[in-house]
């Protein structure tokens, strides 16, 4: 049996957070706000990678739209 991993401090935060009776409104805009924080980060390093990389919106439009096409060859 593995032992349980300590909870990360964002989780015991969040405890704390959910101790409290919050409407069902305030909960989803918590979990909106939360989403859209993480959406923020994901953003940024995106951004920071096509910098980086020399990338376009273009390319990235582009590799959206390829397709793989990889034979079955069983």
Known sequence: MQAAKPMSNVQLELLKLYA??????????????????????????????????????KDMIKWANEHDRHEDRS
């Open 20 to 57: 409290n009776d919050v409407p069902d409104e305030q909960l989803l805009e918590i979990k909106l706000l939360l989403g859209h924080y993480f959406a923020d980060k994901a953003t940024a390093l995106m951004d920071e990678f096509m910098a980086e990389k020399g990338l376009t919106e």
